[in-house]
Nanobody
Framework: QVQLVESGGGLVQAGGSLRLSCAAS????????MGWFRQAPGKEREFVAC????????YYAESVKGRFTISRDNAKNTMYLQMNSLKPGDSAVYYC??????????????????WGQGTQVTVSS
C-alpha cells in the first residue's frame, strides 16, 4: 500500500507559478512510476504528466508541455510539479498517482494503482 498526499495548491493569477508536491509513504517509492492528473468541474480526470521510477524519463500532455515540469526526489519520497505561465484553463483539482512496475511510462488512469486526495489549483484571469 502507498499513501500519497498532495500539497502546494492555491490561488494564483494568470501567468503566475505554483509548485505542487506529492509526498509518498508506505512501499518503496522508487519502485513506482508517478503521475499527475487533473479534474475540472464537470470534466473527466485528465492526464498531465508522468515520470519514470528513476526520474530519467518524463512525458507531458500537449496542453502543458513547455510550461510544466515534473520531477522526483527518491531520497525524499516526493514528486513535484512545477507549473509556470499558468492559465485559467489550468484550474482544477490536481491528483498525484503511483503505478507499480518499471515498464513503459503510464499515461492512462487505469495504469495507476494509488491516488492522492487532490489539491485545488485556481488560476484567475
Amino acid at each position: 500500500q502507498v499513501q500519497l498526499v498532495e500539497s502546494g495548491g492555491g490561488l494564483v493569477q494568470a501567468g503566475g507559478s505554483l509548485r505542487l508536491s506529492c509526498a509518498a509513504s508506505g512501499r518503496t517509492f522508487s519502485n513506482y512510476a508517478m503521475g499527475w492528473f487533473r479534474q475540472a468541474p464537470g470534466k473527466e480526470r485528465e492526464f498531465v504528466a508522468c515520470i519514470g521510477w528513476s526520474g530519467g524519463s518524463t512525458y507531458y500532455a500537449e496542453s502543458v508541455k513547455g510550461r510544466f515540469t515534473i520531477s522526483r526526489d527518491n531520497a525524499k519520497n516526493t514528486m513535484y510539479l512545477q507549473m509556470n505561465s499558468l492559465k485559467p484553463g489550468d484550474s482544477a483539482v490536481y491528483y498525484c498517482a503511483a503505478a507499480r512496475g518499471r515498464g513503459a511510462l503510464p499515461i492512462r488512469r487505469y495504469e495507476y494503482d494509488y491516488w492522492g486526495q487532490g489539491t485545488q489549483v485556481t488560476v484567475s484571469s
